[in-house]
């Protein structure tokens, strides 16, 4: 018998809804679903079934028996590792209150049995890998409209222009934005594209700059000086919805057309084309904000000009430019229940000092890197354990080696994940979840123009000892006592807890896989803007009004990115269509597809070094090194050496991932601490790295 299956895609951090086709308890297919992707599915979610039939990953609870991080691990049931978890937890507690313990998630909609656990132990101590991702946009995206970045949803599709600074979108993917942005192109819309490198979206574009590394900020101040100056922008809006454009127009004053061309090493013609351009395709211009950027001591500010470029473009709430994303109030709906919801708020400062010693940053999950300081010193008081949920700190932040100093002062550390992850392998419990196919997950809102929601449904069941994480944390939750948080025995029990105020049931997703929220797409009447913004003000703060109060500037003055020394490159990264970050390295599939990452170095420089393209290199970094192939081209900038992040991998159980390609993360030595002070994002390009050829016997993946 054939059964359709509604999921979730788990492949990378995208959640692409998909129809599981299962035949006897075996999945025979998967696609996109239907009634939002038309089936699309890209190379990672397809190779899902790989993940599934994989058997290089954790089949039970692990406890490590050896010293951290070698690899000695004692298989035990789920009750052993649990009691195991818990004994240590609350002798963790008594000693040093539940504020010693912290929780790390990748986030998305489904953490929300993890977040309810921390609290209900009653610890500030959420965190999240965000400070080396979406951080400064999201803080930039406050400082502007008073609202984060996921409410905004972007109407690529019908936009006539789209301008992408370094967010590669046909690479680093979400199934549903990439169709959009084809469609687009194919409806005769223009796409600009702008990197230090060429790439797949950039072959797409309409126009492409090869901009010098680090300089998006002026590019962006010499087109907002641009746009004024030909009145390029719409003046209506700008009037009515916002605060701060006399300083803004006064400050971009200096910052010429001409001189951004130059500092960034492009042709002020192209430049003016380009401005020209968008005067004519506006208000139906996206400039997307971007996603990843946590990368130069400036990303906070350049990703707030890119916020004030979409508004100088007037294209809030108005077909092909960004709409303000809708929630259940909006449709005049009933919310959800969220287990998070149920324990008081923990009444301790966070150890990360977000919210009280760094007050401009958004409380939310705080900033993860500077728990590691607080480890080390004990201050603002003691950290004890360290729990992993979907996340790999060692992967996900710079120089692990550095971070297991830190995380030494540690009693427990958890991995709750799914494969080895590096932090698993020097953590002292496995628990290992079951992998999506596996597994359900709650009910979650998706916010959009068409608000709805979303659940996973188990596919099959687990092929090993593993278990979902609403049944760990669950578990957990009793064995400590705060059991009563979690009001459900099975995921039917939870599901109908959480729906019981919407009257909508979970029979109810069976015909599409999503509950919709509203018949058609629900847009504010632009004219009625005012109150849509939750700044000061109420309205779109050009300037700051918080950022004032904090005597910190909405406007800075441009600093050009330091020049790298001599002989030296600045290292920067990105992600490949086949892969996400380190966890599908080891994909038997995905694997084959491309094995190890290769590093890009401009031909001009490559020659000057003696360095022909498959080279082997060893790339140098304050005592650090990797070993990579080089792949010689002139589609870089000859100041940057660039991978593919995720790969270098150390876990010797993971035999096709094993030390195959190289890992950017080991060579930012230092760079853990260095921190945007404004957005909170770390600085993960503000680093330089030698390149020679190498003399290593390259057959050796391991240097004796
Ligand atoms: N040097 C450098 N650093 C970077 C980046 C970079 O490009 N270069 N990229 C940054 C970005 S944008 C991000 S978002 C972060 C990503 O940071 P990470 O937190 O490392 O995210 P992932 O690698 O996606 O996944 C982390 C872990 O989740 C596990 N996992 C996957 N699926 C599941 C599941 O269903 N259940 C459970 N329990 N676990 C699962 C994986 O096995 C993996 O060990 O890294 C950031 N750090
Ligand atoms: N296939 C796949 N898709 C993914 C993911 C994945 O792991 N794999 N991860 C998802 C996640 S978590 C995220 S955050 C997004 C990230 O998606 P993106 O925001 O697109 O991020 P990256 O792919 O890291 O980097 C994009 C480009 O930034 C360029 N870059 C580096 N320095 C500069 C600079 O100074 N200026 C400019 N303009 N460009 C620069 C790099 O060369 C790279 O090509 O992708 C998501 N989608
Ligand atoms: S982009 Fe690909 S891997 Fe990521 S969720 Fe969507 S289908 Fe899955
Ligand atoms: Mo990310």
């Known amino acids: 018998m054939i059964n359709s299956v509604w999921s979730i895609c788990g492949m990378c951090t995208a959640r692409c809804p998909i129809r599981v086709e299962v035949e006897n308890g075996t999945i025979s297919w998967l696609e996109g679903n239907p009634h939002l992707l038309d089936g699309a599915l890209c190379a990672k979610g397809s190779a899902g079934l790989a993940l599934l039939a994989d058997d290089e990953r954790p089949q039970q609870p692990l406890i490590r028996r050896g010293g951290r991080g070698a690899g000695r691990w004692e298989g035990v049931s789920w009750d052993a590792a649990l009691d195991f978890v818990a004994e240590k937890l609350k002798k963790i507690i008594a000693q040093d209150g539940a504020r010693s313990v912290i929780m790390s998630c990748r986030g998305g909609p489904f953490v929300d049995p993890a977040k309810a656990f921390i609290k209900a132990l009653g610890s500030p101590n959420f965190t999240n890998h965000d400070s080396a991702c979406g951080r400064n946009v999201h803080h930039a995206s406050l400082s502007v409209y008073g609202l984060g970045r996921s409410d905004f949803a972007y109407d690529i599709k019908n936009a006539r222009h789209l301008v992408l600074f370094g967010r590669n979108l046909l690479e680093s993917l979400k199934v549903g934005e990439a169709n959009q942005v084809l469609d687009m192109l194919d409806a005769g819309g223009r796409l600009t594209y702008v990197d230090v490198r060429q790439t797949v979206t950039g072959l797409k574009a309409t126009r492409f700059f090869l901009l010098r ?80 950027l ?180 669950k ?153 990579i192939q080089a792949k010689v081209t002139e589609f870089i900038h000859p100041e940057a050496v660039y991978c593919i992040h995720g790969f270098g991998r150390q876990v010797p159980l993971q035999s096709r991932a094993y030390h195959a390609g190289m890992s950017d993360q080991k060579l930012q030595v230092g760079l853990l601490t260095d921190l945007d002070p404004v957005g909170g994002g770390l600085c993960l390009c503000e680093g330089f790295v030698e390149v020679r050829r190498s003399s290593k016997n390259v057959k050796r993946s391991v240097e004796l």
């Open 213 to 292: 590394p680090g300089t998006d900020y002026a590019l962006t101040l010499g087109m907002i000086h641009g746009i004024i100056k030909a009145g390029a922008y719409d003046k209506d809006f700008v009037d009515c919805y916002t605060a701060g454009f006399d300083e803004l127009a006064a400050f971009v004053e200096p910052y010429t057309v001409d001189w951004a061309a130059q500092e960034c090493g492009i042709k002020t013609k192209a430049l003016m084309g380009f401005i020209d351009e968008l005067g004519q395709d506006r208000p139906r211009v996206i400039f997307h904000p971007g996603w990843m």
């Open 475 to 627: 578990q957990l939750a009793e064995r400590l006592g705060v059991g009563h948080y979690f009001p459900y025995n099975t995921i039917d029990e939870l599901w109908a807890w959480q729906l019981e105020p919407t009257g909508i049931t979970i029979a109810d997703f069976d015909q599409k896989g999503f509950v919709d929220l509203t018949d058609k797409p629900v847009l504010f009447d632009r004219e009625k803007l005012s109150g849509s913004f939750a700044t000061p003000s109420g309205k779109i703060e050009m300037v700051s009004e918080k950022l004032n109060k904090e005597a910190i500037p909405s406007l800075k003055p441009y600093a050009s990115p330091i020049k790298p020394p001599v002989g030296m490159y600045r290292l920067v990264f990105g992600r490949s269509a086949v892969h996400a970050h380190g966890h599908t390295i080891n994909n038997p599939l995905l694997h084959e597809l491309l094995p190890a990452n290769t590093l890009w170095i401009n031909k001009r420089e490559a020659g000057k070094l003696g360095i022909a393209d498959g080279d082997w290199v060893d790339v140098i970094a304050n005592g650090a090194s990797g070993l």
């Open 294 to 473: 946590a990368r130069y001591r400036d990303s906070f500010y350049a990703s707030r000009n890119i916020h004030l470029l979409n508004v100088l473009m007037g294209n809030v709430e108005i077909k092909g430019g960004q709409i303000l994303a809708k929630g259940v109030k909006d449709c005049a709906r009933k919310g959800i229940r969220n287990l998070v919801d149920g324990p008081p708020a923990p009444e301790e400062r966070r150890a990360d000092g977000v919210g009280w010693k760094h007050t401009h940053f958004d409380k939310g999950p705080g900033l993860f890197q500077l728990y590691y300081e607080a480890m080390q010193t004990a201050e603002p008081y003691p950290l004890k354990s360290l729990f992993c949920y979907r996340h790999d700190p060692f992967t996900c932040f710079p120089d692990p080696a550095a971070q297991k100093r830190a995380l030494d002062h540690l009693e427990l550390i958890v991995s709750i994940d799914t494969h080895y992850s590096e932090f698993g392998w020097y953590s002292d419990v496995i628990l290992p979840e079951s992998v999506y196919l596996e597994r359900d997950c709650g009910v979650s809102v998706q916010k959009g123009p068409n608000p709805r929601l979303i659940y996973r449904k188990q596919a099959v069941s687990p092929r090993f000892d593993t278990k979902p994480g609403w049944w760990i944390f």
